[in-house]
């Protein structure tokens, strides 16, 4: 079967990529499968779908794939790999959508490669449901992000930690997987030619506007730290925590990438830390601006040689790009607070309010989606607003109990700022619930789902979790369940990457 593949990526220089089959597995078989996607990108949904277990497991792949291992570097915890590459992924190529966009089509657990470092280049179940899950879910939410078109089971066991697991082999999508770390790979190297011919594809690929400017690598340079700017503050606005954003998980297109020891806050910590392999919280919710910016001040590294002949020069001019732009985040943050509180887009009294929010949801506990959920409640004044109200109430209370005074305080402030700005009845709520979720996909419901699919071999909580997570903004009868926080005994405090 063709599937419409083209191999931009192959033009490039043979430094950036081996050409590398996927790995045939015992008994291939679809666990999941995203027929709204395949649609999405020009597929005939429903014979890919019959025939995914041998289309992306390496047994039988589509006739007109040319699967290659894309090369690259990496800081990985701050420390520098210089050569890392798909360890465990091949890319077939590349689709075009109705719209004329570009996606790669990527297998992940696919088997080895020249990049494997001594790995098996296989992956597991739970691992790979768990990119399927979440990376929908972050779609769903009106973030930019790879997303999945299906989890192929393998037939054969892992081995890891904790023992064997059942294999998977997750087959993804996204706008490219250039990397903050595909730049540092040639740009370590010295190979000058090859970091320009990697610069004109990124730009043609993703910013176009920026190939015309007086400085192409310092436009480039510009136009992912704009992309960066607003990922990073939605990741925020939702209470993402990425969990090991490394060089080589940043990628320049602005989309998330790679969710390994990923999570959800459910409480609001700003220092809040859940990969187990982050000993040093570096990775921390609210860190996260400013590890976006050491990454972004990396690929200045690599690029200086483009952006200026005098390297002084050149540090100086990307310099002036990099300072502002934790700031830069926080004011997108800050926009998106204000939304999330029905509050005026401008005056620092409202800036004020979400952050007097913020401290008081830290020191109680609070749980950082159902406290803005509620707060949409208690700002209705549209029909049935009355019940809204006293529900929305009732939560508030319930989350900030360590603190009711502070609670009254902060409502009269808030309340205030509301009054300053009069709204439609209804439209207030209105706009604060298209922003604030009322379902992610909470870290203990997730755990379950995969624990289930992987050693009770049961996708039915899986699946209705995905089905609920896949319109976060809905109310949904009968489903709340979804939106509660964790009992103590269900709390999830660490996660894993899954390698």
């Not at 040639?186 to 910013?207: E, F, K, Q, V």
């Not at 090991?244 to 910590?269: H, Q």
């Not at 019940?387 to 309340?415: C, S």
């Not at 071999?457 to 489903?479: I, S």
Request: glycine share 8%; charged share 15%.
């Amino acid at each position: 079967m063709k599937l419409g593949l083209k191999h931009s990526w192959a033009q490039l220089p043979p430094l950036m990529h081996t050409a590398v089959a996927p790995l045939p597995v015992a008994n291939p078989y679809c666990l999941v499968f995203n027929r709204a996607l395949a649609t999405e990108l020009g597929l005939d949904a429903k014979a890919v779908e019959a025939q995914a277990g041998l289309l992306f497991s390496g047994n039988a792949l589509p006739d007109d794939a040319q699967p290659l291992a894309m090369a690259y570097a990496g800081h990985q915890f701050g420390g520098f790999s210089p050569r890392l590459g798909d360890g465990r992924a091949h890319l077939l190529g590349e689709l075009i959508d109705s719209q004329g966009k570009r996606h790669d089509l990527h297998l992940k657990g696919s088997g080895r490669t020249p990049y494997s470092r001594g790995g098996d280049g296989r992956a597991a179940v739970g691992p790979m449901l768990r990119e399927y899950l979440i990376s929908e879910a972050m779609h769903a939410l009106g973030l930019p992000t790879t997303r999945s078109l299906a989890v192929i089971g393998t037939g054969e066991p892992v081995l890891r930690e904790d023992g064997a697991l059942p294999g998977a082999i997750l087959v993804r999508t996204a706008a490219s997987h250039l990397r903050v770390g595909s730049f540092q790979y040639p740009g370590s190297r010295g190979d000058i030619d090859t970091l320009r011919a990697l610069l004109d594809y990124t730009l043609a690929r993703h910013y176009p506007a920026a190939a015309t400017a007086a400085v192409p690598a310092l436009a480039l340079l510009q136009a992912v730290a704009d992309q960066q700017a607003l990922l990073i503050a939605n990741w925020l606005r939702v209470g993402f925590v990425h969990g090991v954003m490394n060089t080589d998980n940043m990628a320049l297109s602005g989309e998330t990438i790679d969710y390994g020891p990923c999570a959800f806050l459910d409480e609001y910590d700003a220092n809040k830390v859940f990969s187990s392999i982050d000993h040093q919280g570096r990775y921390a919710f609210m860190n996260q601006p400013l590890l976006a910016q050491w990454n972004l001040a990396r690929l200045a590294e690599a690029l200086l040689p483009l952006i200026h002949a005098d390297a002084d020069a050149a540090v100086q001019q990307a310099v002036a790009i990099l300072e502002p732009f934790p700031a830069r985040v926080q004011s997108h943050y800050a926009q998106h607070l204000r939304a999330k509180l029905g509050l005026p887009d401008a005056g620092q009294g409202a800036d004020a309010v979400a952050q007097n929010l913020l401290q008081l949801m830290q020191h109680c506990g609070a749980d950082y989606t159902l406290t803005f959920r509620a707060l949409a409640d208690v700002a209705d004044d549209g029909p049935n607003a009355a019940q809204r109200q006293a529900t929305g109430t009732a939560t508030l209370q319930q989350q900030m109990a360590a603190d009711p005074t502070g609670l009254q305080q902060w409502l009269q402030q808030w309340r205030a700022q509301l009054d300053a700005a009069p709204a439609a009845p209804g439209e207030r709520s209105r706009a604060m619930r298209r922003v604030s979720p009322a379902y992610i996909a909470r870290n203990h419901l997730v755990e379950a789902a995969l624990a289930s699919a992987s050693t009770d071999a049961d996708m039915a909580p899986f699946k209705a979790l995905l089905q609920v997570v896949q319109h976060p903004y809905d109310e949904q009868p009968g489903q709340e369940a979804f939106a509660l926080p964790p009992l103590p005994a269900q709390r999830v405090t660490r996660t894993f990457c899954g390698t």
